[in-house]
């Protein structure tokens, strides 16, 4: 394949829209999940995140970066005021929806009406989860950092409450979310499913890892 | 679906093998990027991590975690000597390879040798990139947060150099991923290719996204 070496000078001088779908491309596939969030008011608020990641088992964690100048504020202020918010894997069937999520509806107005998504509330804790996904998670918040470098923020959340169909775990206590109808993201707007290769045997030094299935 | 809810008391009294698959699955798909690192001396060193993210565009900005118990620590050594490190996305082809690299190897002994990939230098930058990738990025670190919860390390770095197959760049600035032939994983272990279900246009709040292909 013909190869283009691109330098950071060259990236800096990209049009701002190109650059964004240039540099948001390159990490490779990204997690689709809907945040969901809640004033103390119980007006909600849900927006679409590439950005949820694994931080660690024990405690449970997980890390989502919010950026305050294209995310709307109230998704941030919501978690500051209730300390808690939940995340839902977005599934083929919800693509539309969950992506029109991204559009600057404004304050006061709640996107699960103007997408046609249902929100969900259980007791523990004061943030709508998303109905119709099958798997959703309900977090607090736990820390907060803030990148000096572009302002950007990290928030990281313990999973206090996971929704997980029964079909989709296995005896090792991997979650099937392929089989959960869950969905990847590459870029700004493109959706993927999958298709799995297989699962690898845990790697060892003196032995190539076989496939588990 | 049959739903199971589990709490986070449930969580922490999973086996921890068990836990770690389980919560490893709940963020969704992950990318899955070759990290190459080299000491002073030009001894290589190769992980596959699941952490890589995007940061922000502008400037170009990745991050990704690294759990100084869990990956070799030859790799945050090599990167706090050096300051640069690369990313190399993961194929199909290269799967077995790239699991391999997770093995627990000796100090002193190259991922690159034992698994069967070739390390390729570039002139500006102190860190071999994995050649049989298709996409490829040189990263200089710009930045680290610890996580107080769990010691977990997030290093922030900033594309310096970019690799791309010219075949796999879109008019707007999008890098068609799938086509390149990059893989998502999910949990501990599981590889998945992917089948595109489209790309949407930009959210408006008065009108639903289109399909853009």
Request: net charge negative.
């Amino acid at each position: 394949m013909a190869l283009s070496v691109y330098e950071r000078d060259d990236i800096l001088a990209m049009e701002k829209r190109y650059r964004a779908a240039f540099v948001n491309s390159l990490s490779g596939f990204k997690s689709a999940n809907l945040l969901g969030t809640s004033d103390s008011n119980r007006q909600t608020n849900l927006c679409i995140v590439s950005s949820a990641f694994h931080l660690g088992a024990n405690p449970a964690l997980m890390g989502v970066i919010i950026r305050p100048d294209t995310v709307p504020r109230d998704t941030l202020e919501n978690i500051r005021e209730t300390g808690v918010y939940t995340l839902n894997h977005v599934q083929k069937e919800m693509v539309v929806a969950a992506h029109q999520t991204s559009a600057r509806y404004p304050h006061g107005v709640s996107e699960f009406e103007q997408v046609g998504l249902t929100p969900l509330w259980r007791e523990r804790i004061n943030a709508p989860y998303v109905q119709e996904a099958a798997i959703r998670l309900g977090l607090i918040l736990r820390e907060e950092h803030t990148m000096a470098i572009n302002g950007t923020h990290l928030l990281v959340g313990e999973i206090i409450e996971a929704h997980v169909p029964d079909s989709c775990i296995s005896h090792d206590g991997f979650v099937d979310i392929e089989q959960a109808g869950t969905v990847a993201l590459s870029g700004l707007d493109s959706y993927h499913c999958t298709d799995r290769v297989g699962r690898l045997s845990y790697a060892k030094p003196d032995s190539m890892p076989e496939w588990l299935d």
